[in-house]
């Protein structure tokens, strides 16, 4: 019934995509890596050690590359191979562009109760953070309730 109830709520989050509150945000700039312009596709890397999945979302739209559906399918099966605890969703880089960032990665993000729990899941945006990024932050901060990393 909970998942039916998820499900639900998405669809109709995604369908309506209206105004949001502000969200809250926790300043540690010390604490992130330098993105580079050099940077050009979404990325994500595993730290087996304290089992957290870095993922790097630079671009929305997959004309030039991997759709970004299939890069978060992707990615989702490799934490889950790794058995991730943790992740870190660097959303500063991607500064406009359409909602086909939020249904993947909210339903993967959604199915998977170590990302839901307290420490589970970070989102660190930036002052160019618009659009997508900002519309998966709030929705992120609505049901999944992750720590906010400016």
């Known amino acids: ?81 790794a058995d991730a605890r943790r992740m870190v969703l660097d959303l500063r880089s991607v500064t406009g562009s359409d909602a086909r960032l939020l249904t993947p990665l909210l339903a993967g993000i959604l199915k998977r109760d170590q990302f839901l729990r307290d420490g589970g899941l970070y989102v660190v945006t930036g002052s160019q953070s618009f659009s997508a990024a900002q519309n998966a932050a709030t929705l992120l901060q609505r049901y999944a309730h992750p720590i906010f990393v400016q």
């Open 1 to 81: 019934m909970k998942s039916i109830m998820s499900w639900a709520a998405i669809a109709l989050v995604v369908v309506s995509l209206g105004c949001a509150d502000p969200t809250a945000t926790l300043s540690r700039p010390a604490a992130l890596p330098v993105m580079g312009s050099e940077q050009q596709n979404n990325a994500y890397s595993i730290n087996s050690a304290d089992r957290t999945v870095n993922v790097t979302v630079v671009r929305v739209r997959g004309e030039t590359g991997e759709p970004v559906r299939a890069f978060l399918r992707r990615m989702f099966e490799s934490a889950d191979s």
